[in-house]
């Protein structure tokens, strides 16, 4: 009793100096938090969004910057599912860094919070941490250093990319094809394709027929079989990966060709050959013919000869004979 | 019909050696290059690259094994009618893939139907180009073998754009088309007629003279023996590389060097061949016994420097020993019966050369590197280049007797062997 009596007798005296105190530390929260209202004020919504998101995986990324860089820095971060993200940037510069003024932006907007500024040494620090949960968060982040000649970072927050094919492939009409999209180290939630003309996507497989089948043997890829194809099948083939974070696409060109295109060239090639054959058969035939007339002339001249020979002695004829056989050959 | 008593050496044969070189390049060429449209098969039908290959392997076997069919009808019928119908065959094959289905079709229609196409067609060139030639055939067989190596170099990119724009069965289509080309290149070739040939007789005599004559025979070991040799670096050149640490367009790039070394080869060893007085064997002895040296050094060059300039000797000597190869046949058993001899000849060499490549890759399976295979390969060459030795008239310094009239008289005696071709190939 004497103990509670205590107590409150204990209390009741210190209730103004807590009041004082109260007041003390919110001047000096507000103070602080004119002063550098990041640090503080980010801080309680910081541990708020770890504690609710705890069990989501950390990416941390950064990148460095001087001064006297030229070009933007740029760092694009591929992101599957949704993860706790650390952005940090690293400013380098000769001059005095309390002076430099530090912000951030997505897109466009400039963010109030959610990041911290520090410095050790010659380099000046900052760190942006968001919750990636869904397709909001996703886009384009920038930290900016100074005020007259600004240097900017940014970190590009995408869904993974589609490989789709770049060279088109080519089919002839009546066959069957399968359009492949395959993702490398991604595992997308869903797949749907679409068929493109022009700008408008038209989306294939709604109506479950024949002639389009999509199926995929991994999660990571996906195969869009067609069959019966007519020349109006050509065209660009969209596939889309659907996940958590957004969508991702990849296209394949479709080139359907009829039969006749290689069987103009095939039959083109064939009658050049039957030309060439036709040519050389002529040709040979001609230069025997040429060579007969002149065959039956030097054979005149054989006999012409034999006579004289013989006058003088059949041991002449013989080898004259085997020499003009030789020749007319 | 009036005999000739010498080759032209000339004339119209060059027009016989335009055919030869067209001939190489459609046959071998093709067969080479068709390595582009194994990726396509493998997707098409989505077979294992093993299974895909075996078409190649049926294509080159039929054409080597079918040989012999190829000489005898043109011992019968002469070149012109046998090497038109094997363009049309050829084509006919082609033609045929491109409606296929199923790998079991390419199988039959390029594999058997092209295989027996080509088989009708090259040896019968060879044979006849050896009957127009005496004096400058090897410089004859050296050019028209030049058509081999240019084309592997034009097809390959000429195939891979037609797949990019035709895709396969369109590709094939014009692959066809381009092998009728061989019936244009069988029109060229001229009967030629020779002094010996009415003594040697039909086919069926000349083979069974063939198989008695003891030069021949030893020939045909000695060229056995050297297929089996021949092919190993062509096939396993890139993998060893590979091995040492080397990058794959570094070790492609140094292939090709080796081929293009190959070409110059073939054509200093076909003028070397004809400008030597004595027998030609000597020279094929040197190219062989040079090769197989090389092939021996592989395993002991470390250095890039090193493999580099073996490569580039390896290519100018395997390409100088075929055109030789070629010219000791007529030498040996006289150009009346050349045709069989050379289908004989390569239709056992061929076994060498389907030996070759898998042997060469159990020995490198099982002493884990190619240092065995190497070896052996230049020990195979070697064993045939001393085979060689106990050709006749090795060791004579004086011009070989060739003449004609000795040739009738020995007709009965000697077979003509025929340039291996299976060298030619790869």
Redesign the interface.
């Known amino acids: 009793m004497r103990a509670l009596q205590g107590l409150r007798g204990r209390r009741a005296p210190s209730l103004p100096l807590l009041l004082l105190g109260l007041l003390a530390a919110v001047r000096r929260s507000l103070e602080d938090g004119l002063s550098t209202a990041a640090p503080f004020t980010s801080l309680p919504v910081q541990e708020e969004m770890t504690t609710k998101y705890s069990n989501l995986s950390l990416e941390s990324h950064s990148i460095s910057m001087t001064e006297h860089s030229n070009m933007p820095v740029e760092k694009n971060i591929t992101l599957e599912r949704p993860s706790n993200v650390e952005l940090t940037c690293q400013f380098t510069t000769s001059g005095d860094l309390n002076s430099v003024n530090v912000t951030w932006k997505k897109g466009d907007k400039l963010l109030e919070d959610n990041y911290v500024v520090n410095a050790t040494g010659s380099i000046l620090y900052t760190q942006y941490r968001v919750a990636v949960i869904n397709s909001k968060q996703m886009g384009n982040y920038s930290c900016f250093f100074g005020e007259k000649k600004q240097q900017k970072g940014t970190f590009n927050l995408k869904v993974p990319e589609i490989n789709g094919k770049n060279k088109p492939l080519i089919t002839y009409v009546g066959d069957s094809v399968v359009l492949m999209c395959k993702c490398q180290d991604c595992l997308p939630l869903n797949w749907t394709w679409y068929s493109g003309n022009g700008s408008v996507q038209v989306a294939i497989g709604v109506p479950v027929n024949d002639k389009y089948v999509i199926s995929g043997k991994h999660a990571n890829e996906t195969g869009l079989k067609i069959t019966q194809l007519s020349e109006d099948d050509q065209g660009t083939y969209w596939c889309h990966a659907i996940f958590e974070l957004g969508e991702s696409e990849g296209h394949v060109k479709l080139i359907v060709l009829s039969y006749l295109v290689p069987l103009k060239a095939f039959c083109a090639i064939a009658a050049e050959v039957v030309l060439l054959v036709a040519i050389i058969l002529l040709f040979e035939m001609y230069t025997q013919k040429k060579k007969k007339p002149s065959d039956d002339g030097k054979e005149l001249e054989q006999g012409e000869q034999l006579k004289l020979d013989d006058s003088n002695g059949i041991e002449n004829s013989g080898p004259r004979h085997r020499k003009n056989e030789s020749v007319g050959q | 019909m ?4 010498e080759a032209p050496d000339g004339g119209w044969g060059w027009m016989v050696v335009l055919s030869a070189f067209f001939q190489s390049a459609l046959v071998f060429g093709v067969l080479r290059s068709f390595g582009v449209f194994f990726v396509e098969f493998v997707t098409a039908f989505e077979e294992p690259a093993a299974r895909v290959s075996w078409i190649a392997s049926i294509g080159i076997a039929v054409q080597q094994f079918g040989s012999p069919v190829g000489s005898a009808l043109s011992t019968k019928f002469g070149p012109r009618p046998v090497v ?1 119908t094997g363009g049309i065959l050829a084509a006919l094959g082609m033609l045929l893939a491109s409606f296929a289905t199923s790998l079991t079709h390419l199988y039959l229609s390029i594999g058997l139907l092209s295989g027996s196409g080509w088989a009708l067609t090259f040896t019968p060139t060879l044979a006849c180009m050896s009957r127009y030639f005496s004096r400058r055939r090897s410089l004859a067989i050296g050019l028209a073998l030049t058509g081999v190596g240019l084309s592997s170099f034009a097809f390959a990119p000429l195939f891979q754009w037609l797949l ?4 396969w ?3 094939l ?2 692959v ?3 092998s ?2 061989l ?2 290149c069988g ?2 070739l ?1 009967p030629l007629s020779l002094a010996e040939d009415p003594v040697v007789g039909g086919p069926g005599a000349q083979i069974t003279s063939l198989l008695r004559h003891g030069p021949f025979l030893r020939y045909t070991v000695a060229l056995t023996l050297i297929n089996t040799g021949y092919f190993i670096p062509y096939v396993h050149l890139v993998a060893h590389l590979r091995d040492l640490g080397w990058d794959p367009l570094p070790s492609s790039f140094l292939l090709s060097v080796a081929a293009i070394s190959d070409l110059v080869g073939r054509v200093a060893s076909g003028w070397l061949g004809d400008a030597v007085p004595g027998p030609v064997a000597r020279l094929l002895m040197l190219w062989t016994t040079l090769t197989g040296v090389i092939l021996a050094l592989y395993p002991v060059a470390e250095t890039p420097t090193g493999l580099v300039a073996l490569t580039v000797a390896y290519g100018f000597t395997s390409g100088a020993l075929t055109p030789v190869a070629f010219s000791v046949l007529p030498e040996l058993v006289g150009t009346g019966k050349i045709y069989c001899g050379l289908g004989l000849v390569q239709m056992v060499e061929s076994i060498g050369g389907l030996l070759g490549a898998p042997l060469s890759g159990y020995l490198r399976d099982v002493t884990s590197n190619y240092t065995a295979s190497f070896v052996v390969a230049g020990a195979f060459l070697l064993a045939g280049s001393g085979v060689l030795i106990t050709l006749p008239h090795f060791f004579c310094f004086s011009a070989p007797a060739s003449k004609p009239q000795d040739l009738v008289t020995e007709a009965l005696d000697t077979k003509v062997p025929l340039p291996e071709e299976g060298l030619g190939e790869d």
């Open positions: 009036a005999y000739r008593a038109m990019n724009h035709y895709a069965r369109g590709a289509l014009l066809s088309a381009l009728l080309h019936v244009a029109a060229l001229r």
